[in-house]
């Protein structure tokens, strides 16, 4: 079965595997360092898709509103400690310089457990042009 690589993916795959043993040898050249691979489900397949890149910041004790995605989210941690509670899962507890993939089509919601720090994060998204970045479940 042949699957068409959204154009962001591909930009991203291509980016990993920029970092050869030439350019490494070459001083002066900047060697991306790979963070998180992660094989996805659920990516859009259509002929165009919207990418967003957002930053978030949370004071100690805040939170997201309890939602689901339609497409995977990839959430990078720059300060702080990120908790993310899936439905039906463990928490899962993402710390600086660290990255995770949210999962399509399931509820959940993130949170600042810090009494002291702020959290900030990177979150990258790959959707079909117009889709909510979000769907807030009730």
């Known amino acids: 079965m042949h699957t068409i690589l959204p154009r962001a993916a591909a930009i991203l795959l291509l980016l990993a595997n920029w970092a050869i043993p030439a350019f490494a040898q070459q001083p002066g050249l900047a060697r991306p360092s790979q963070v998180l691979s992660e094989m ?3 990516m ?3 002929e165009r898709q919207q990418v967003r890149v957002l930053t978030a910041a949370f004071q100690p004790g805040e939170r997201t509103v309890f939602h689901t995605h339609r497409s995977p989210v990839t959430v990078y941690v720059l300060e702080g400690q ?3 509670e899936l439905e039906g899962r463990p928490p899962i507890v993402v710390g600086p310089g660290q990255a995770y993939v949210e ?3 399931v509820k959940m919601t993130g949170y600042n457990r810090s009494s002291s720090e702020p ?4 979150i990258f998204y ?3 042009p117009g889709t909510p ?3 807030s479940v009730h």
């Not at 959290?119 to 990177?122: N, S």
């Open 40 to 42: 996805v489900e659920q």
């Open 44 to 46: 859009p397949r259509g």
């Open 82 to 84: 990120f908790t993310l």
């Open 103 to 105: 999962p399509p089509h």
């Open 119 to 122: 959290l900030k994060v990177v």
């Open 126 to 128: 790959v959707s079909d």
């Open 133 to 135: 970045f979000l769907d």
